[in-house]
Protein backbone atom coordinates (compact mmCIF):
# COMPACT_ATOMS: atom_id res chain seq x y z
CA UNK A 1 0.00 0.00 0.00
CA UNK A 2 1.04 3.40 0.00
CA UNK A 3 0.74 3.81 3.27
CA UNK A 4 3.63 1.08 3.80
CA UNK A 5 5.67 2.25 1.02
CA UNK A 6 5.83 5.77 2.92
CA UNK A 7 6.90 4.32 6.04
CA UNK A 8 9.85 2.35 4.25
CA UNK A 9 11.05 5.21 2.74
CA UNK A 10 10.98 7.20 6.31
CA UNK A 11 13.05 4.45 7.88
CA UNK A 12 15.26 4.27 4.82
CA UNK A 13 15.98 7.87 4.81
CA UNK A 14 15.90 8.58 8.59
CA UNK A 15 13.04 11.47 8.25
CA UNK A 16 9.48 12.02 7.93
CA UNK A 17 8.43 12.36 4.06
CA UNK A 18 4.82 12.98 5.16
CA UNK A 19 2.64 13.95 7.21
CA UNK A 20 -1.37 13.53 7.76
CA UNK A 21 -3.79 16.44 8.28
CA UNK A 22 -7.57 16.37 8.56
CA UNK A 23 -6.94 12.78 6.34
CA UNK A 24 -4.86 14.51 3.76
CA UNK A 25 -1.24 13.22 2.88
CA UNK A 26 1.20 16.51 3.24
CA UNK A 27 4.79 16.52 2.59
CA UNK A 28 7.02 17.90 4.99
CA UNK A 29 9.95 20.34 5.14
CA UNK A 30 12.11 17.71 4.38
CA UNK A 31 10.60 16.16 1.95
CA UNK A 32 10.43 19.34 -0.33
CA UNK A 33 13.95 20.00 0.13
CA UNK A 34 14.98 16.71 -1.33
CA UNK A 35 12.11 17.49 -3.93
CA UNK A 36 14.06 20.41 -5.14
CA UNK A 37 17.67 18.88 -4.92
CA UNK A 38 15.68 15.12 -6.95
CA UNK A 39 14.61 18.19 -9.81
CA UNK A 40 18.26 19.40 -10.07
CA UNK A 41 19.60 16.24 -10.24
CA UNK A 42 17.07 15.58 -13.09
CA UNK A 43 18.10 18.40 -14.59
CA UNK A 44 21.55 17.87 -14.58
CA UNK A 45 21.16 14.17 -15.70
CA UNK A 46 19.27 15.00 -18.72
CA UNK A 47 21.97 17.43 -19.86
CA UNK A 48 24.67 14.57 -19.19
CA UNK A 49 22.89 12.73 -21.62
CA UNK A 50 21.97 15.70 -24.40
CA UNK A 51 26.11 16.05 -24.07
CA UNK A 52 26.40 12.42 -24.07
CA UNK A 53 24.23 12.46 -27.58
CA UNK A 54 25.74 15.31 -28.92
CA UNK A 55 29.55 13.80 -28.86
CA UNK A 56 27.71 10.72 -30.64
CA UNK A 57 28.78 11.01 -34.71
CA UNK A 58 27.15 13.16 -36.90
CA UNK A 59 25.25 15.35 -34.11
CA UNK A 60 26.94 17.99 -33.16
CA UNK A 61 29.14 19.69 -30.95
CA UNK A 62 32.29 22.35 -30.69
CA UNK A 63 35.62 21.69 -31.67
CA UNK A 64 38.15 24.36 -29.92
CA UNK A 65 41.73 24.04 -32.28
CA UNK A 66 45.11 25.75 -32.24
CA UNK A 67 47.81 25.39 -34.74
CA UNK A 68 50.35 27.13 -35.96
CA UNK A 69 50.52 30.09 -38.37
CA UNK A 70 51.86 27.51 -41.37
CA UNK A 71 49.49 24.92 -40.88
CA UNK A 72 46.61 27.04 -40.86
CA UNK A 73 47.28 28.12 -44.41
CA UNK A 74 46.86 25.04 -46.22
CA UNK A 75 46.19 22.30 -43.78
CA UNK A 76 43.81 23.32 -41.21
CA UNK A 77 41.28 24.34 -44.08
CA UNK A 78 41.26 21.24 -46.28
CA UNK A 79 40.48 19.64 -42.73
CA UNK A 80 37.74 21.38 -41.48
CA UNK A 81 36.05 21.43 -44.90
CA UNK A 82 36.68 17.49 -44.89
CA UNK A 83 35.16 17.08 -41.59
CA UNK A 84 32.42 19.39 -42.22
CA UNK A 85 31.07 17.82 -44.98
CA UNK A 86 30.74 14.12 -43.42
CA UNK A 87 29.66 15.09 -39.53
CA UNK A 88 26.63 17.94 -39.21
CA UNK A 89 25.80 19.99 -36.99
CA UNK A 90 29.46 20.97 -35.70
CA UNK A 91 31.32 24.39 -34.83
CA UNK A 92 34.65 25.09 -34.47
CA UNK A 93 37.11 27.87 -32.66
CA UNK A 94 40.20 28.10 -34.34
CA UNK A 95 43.33 30.26 -33.30
CA UNK A 96 46.86 30.49 -34.76
CA UNK A 97 49.74 30.88 -31.91
CA UNK A 98 53.12 29.39 -31.48
CA UNK A 99 53.19 26.44 -30.27
CA UNK A 100 54.45 27.20 -26.62
CA UNK A 101 51.77 30.05 -27.05
CA UNK A 102 49.10 27.50 -26.98
CA UNK A 103 50.49 24.24 -25.32
CA UNK A 104 49.41 25.64 -21.43
CA UNK A 105 46.05 25.87 -22.72
CA UNK A 106 46.04 21.99 -23.85
CA UNK A 107 47.44 20.91 -20.30
CA UNK A 108 44.12 21.64 -18.31
CA UNK A 109 41.11 19.60 -17.57
CA UNK A 110 39.17 23.10 -18.77
CA UNK A 111 41.86 23.91 -21.66
CA UNK A 112 40.97 26.64 -24.26
CA UNK A 113 41.41 24.00 -26.92
CA UNK A 114 40.45 20.67 -26.88
CA UNK A 115 43.75 19.75 -29.73
CA UNK A 116 46.87 21.62 -31.63
CA UNK A 117 48.66 21.29 -34.82
CA UNK A 118 52.20 21.40 -34.79
CA UNK A 119 55.44 20.83 -36.50
CA UNK A 120 57.67 17.71 -34.66
CA UNK A 121 56.95 16.38 -31.47
CA UNK A 122 56.62 17.82 -28.19
CA UNK A 123 58.23 16.26 -25.76
CA UNK A 124 57.53 18.23 -22.49
CA UNK A 125 55.12 16.03 -19.87
CA UNK A 126 51.93 16.55 -19.76
CA UNK A 127 51.41 16.23 -23.33
CA UNK A 128 50.45 13.42 -25.65
CA UNK A 129 51.37 13.34 -29.41
CA UNK A 130 50.19 11.36 -32.31
CA UNK A 131 51.93 11.75 -35.82
CA UNK A 132 48.80 13.07 -38.29
CA UNK A 133 51.29 13.41 -41.43
CA UNK A 134 54.74 14.16 -42.85
CA UNK A 135 55.53 17.52 -44.48
CA UNK A 136 58.97 17.80 -46.84
CA UNK A 137 61.26 20.48 -46.44
CA UNK A 138 61.76 22.71 -49.96
CA UNK A 139 64.46 25.26 -51.03
CA UNK A 140 62.95 28.04 -52.51
CA UNK A 141 65.13 30.93 -54.08
CA UNK A 142 64.50 34.13 -56.21
CA UNK A 143 63.84 32.97 -59.87
CA UNK A 144 66.12 35.67 -61.10
CA UNK A 145 69.01 33.32 -59.25
CA UNK A 146 71.36 31.77 -61.64
CA UNK A 147 70.82 28.28 -59.96
CA UNK A 148 71.06 25.08 -61.39
CA UNK A 149 67.94 24.34 -62.96
CA UNK A 150 68.18 20.46 -61.40
CA UNK A 151 65.24 19.26 -59.30
CA UNK A 152 67.45 18.69 -56.71
CA UNK A 153 69.88 20.75 -55.00
CA UNK A 154 72.90 19.97 -52.15
CA UNK A 155 72.69 23.07 -49.75
CA UNK A 156 76.04 23.05 -50.18
CA UNK A 157 75.85 24.96 -53.29
CA UNK A 158 74.26 27.92 -51.72
CA UNK A 159 76.10 28.31 -48.85
CA UNK A 160 77.42 31.79 -50.32
CA UNK A 161 73.83 33.16 -50.80
CA UNK A 162 71.82 34.98 -48.45
CA UNK A 163 69.61 32.74 -46.29
CA UNK A 164 66.18 33.68 -44.61
CA UNK A 165 66.83 31.07 -41.47
CA UNK A 166 63.94 30.06 -39.55
CA UNK A 167 64.20 30.58 -35.33
CA UNK A 168 67.26 27.33 -34.31
CA UNK A 169 64.31 27.09 -31.14
CA UNK A 170 61.42 26.08 -33.28
CA UNK A 171 61.32 22.50 -34.82
CA UNK A 172 62.08 23.55 -38.44
CA UNK A 173 65.02 25.73 -37.28
CA UNK A 174 66.19 22.67 -35.50
CA UNK A 175 66.02 20.36 -38.82
CA UNK A 176 67.73 23.10 -40.90
CA UNK A 177 70.64 23.30 -39.03
CA UNK A 178 71.32 20.19 -38.98
CA UNK A 179 70.37 19.66 -42.41
CA UNK A 180 73.62 22.48 -42.81
CA UNK A 181 75.95 20.40 -40.54
CA UNK A 182 75.79 17.33 -42.35
CA UNK A 183 77.60 19.13 -45.24
CA UNK A 184 79.86 20.95 -43.22
CA UNK A 185 77.71 24.56 -44.95
CA UNK A 186 77.99 27.53 -43.48
CA UNK A 187 74.99 29.67 -44.76
CA UNK A 188 75.26 33.72 -44.80
CA UNK A 189 71.89 34.07 -43.06
CA UNK A 190 70.63 37.77 -43.48
CA UNK A 191 67.44 37.29 -41.37
CA UNK A 192 66.28 34.98 -38.79
CA UNK A 193 62.03 34.79 -38.88
CA UNK A 194 59.18 32.71 -36.92
CA UNK A 195 56.94 32.75 -39.36
CA UNK A 196 57.28 30.69 -42.80
CA UNK A 197 55.30 32.48 -44.77
CA UNK A 198 56.58 35.59 -43.82
CA UNK A 199 60.35 33.92 -45.21
CA UNK A 200 58.52 33.28 -48.04
CA UNK A 201 57.48 36.67 -48.44
CA UNK A 202 60.63 37.97 -47.83
CA UNK A 203 62.38 35.28 -50.52
CA UNK A 204 59.48 36.48 -53.20
CA UNK A 205 61.45 40.44 -52.81
CA UNK A 206 64.46 38.72 -54.00
CA UNK A 207 66.11 38.83 -50.24
CA UNK A 208 67.51 35.43 -49.86
CA UNK A 209 66.71 31.77 -50.37
CA UNK A 210 64.88 30.07 -47.46
CA UNK A 211 63.93 26.02 -46.46
CA UNK A 212 60.61 25.89 -45.90
CA UNK A 213 57.71 23.04 -45.32
CA UNK A 214 55.66 22.04 -48.35
CA UNK A 215 52.65 23.03 -46.83
CA UNK A 216 53.48 26.97 -46.60
CA UNK A 217 55.26 26.65 -50.31
CA UNK A 218 51.86 25.45 -51.43
CA UNK A 219 50.59 28.24 -50.53
CA UNK A 220 53.19 30.81 -51.72
CA UNK A 221 52.92 29.15 -55.31
CA UNK A 222 48.85 29.85 -55.03
CA UNK A 223 49.34 33.53 -54.37
CA UNK A 224 49.36 36.37 -57.09
CA UNK A 225 53.70 36.72 -56.41
CA UNK A 226 54.28 32.73 -57.50
CA UNK A 227 56.11 33.52 -60.24
CA UNK A 228 58.82 35.32 -58.27
CA UNK A 229 60.35 32.32 -56.60
CA UNK A 230 61.58 28.73 -57.78
CA UNK A 231 61.11 25.46 -55.69
CA UNK A 232 63.92 22.87 -55.99
CA UNK A 233 63.92 19.62 -53.88
CA UNK A 234 66.82 19.28 -51.77
CA UNK A 235 69.29 16.03 -51.58
CA UNK A 236 67.85 13.14 -49.29
CA UNK A 237 64.52 14.68 -49.35
CA UNK A 238 64.11 16.06 -45.34
CA UNK A 239 60.89 16.73 -43.79
CA UNK A 240 59.28 17.05 -40.74
CA UNK A 241 56.54 15.28 -39.00
CA UNK A 242 53.33 17.14 -38.59
CA UNK A 243 51.60 16.19 -35.02
CA UNK A 244 48.52 16.97 -33.27
CA UNK A 245 49.17 17.32 -29.49
CA UNK A 246 46.68 17.23 -26.49
CA UNK A 247 47.19 17.28 -22.93
CA UNK A 248 47.62 13.86 -21.32
CA UNK A 249 45.22 14.44 -18.31
CA UNK A 250 42.23 14.96 -20.65
CA UNK A 251 41.12 12.72 -23.04
CA UNK A 252 39.73 13.13 -26.72
CA UNK A 253 36.29 13.46 -27.40
CA UNK A 254 34.87 11.40 -30.39
CA UNK A 255 34.24 14.70 -32.11
CA UNK A 256 37.83 15.72 -31.38
CA UNK A 257 38.84 12.12 -32.75
CA UNK A 258 37.44 11.95 -35.89
CA UNK A 259 38.82 15.86 -36.70
CA UNK A 260 42.35 14.33 -35.99
CA UNK A 261 41.62 11.59 -39.12
CA UNK A 262 40.27 14.37 -41.01
CA UNK A 263 43.56 16.42 -40.62
CA UNK A 264 45.81 12.91 -41.21
CA UNK A 265 43.72 13.06 -44.97
CA UNK A 266 44.23 16.62 -45.47
CA UNK A 267 48.22 15.60 -44.67
CA UNK A 268 47.90 13.02 -47.40
CA UNK A 269 46.17 14.91 -49.76
CA UNK A 270 48.89 17.61 -49.92
CA UNK A 271 52.06 15.10 -50.49
CA UNK A 272 49.79 13.53 -52.97
CA UNK A 273 49.90 17.08 -55.03
CA UNK A 274 53.39 17.66 -54.67
CA UNK A 275 53.90 16.67 -57.76
CA UNK A 276 52.04 19.50 -59.30
CA UNK A 277 53.94 22.17 -58.49
CA UNK A 278 57.46 20.88 -58.00
CA UNK A 279 60.22 19.99 -60.87
Given at each position: ?????????????????????????????????????????????????????????????????????????????????????????????????????????????????????????????????????????????????????????????????????????????????????DVEAAPK?????????????????????????????????????ADAITVR???????????????????????????????????????????????
Amino acid sequence: SVTTTIQHADKKLGIQLFRRVSGRLLPTQEAMTLFEEADRAHVALSAFNALAARLKVGVGGHVRVACVPSISLELLPDAIAYYLQRYKGFKFSVSTLNTEEFLHQLNQQTGAYHVGFSFGNVTEPGFACQTVGNADLLLIHPSSWNVSSDPYVGLEALQDKPYIAPVDSTPVGQVCSNLFADVEAAPKVVARVHTHHLAGRLVQRGLGFAILDAVTVRALLHDQAADAITVRRINGDPGISVTAIHGSRRGLSNPVRLFIECFEQSCAALNESLGEFLP
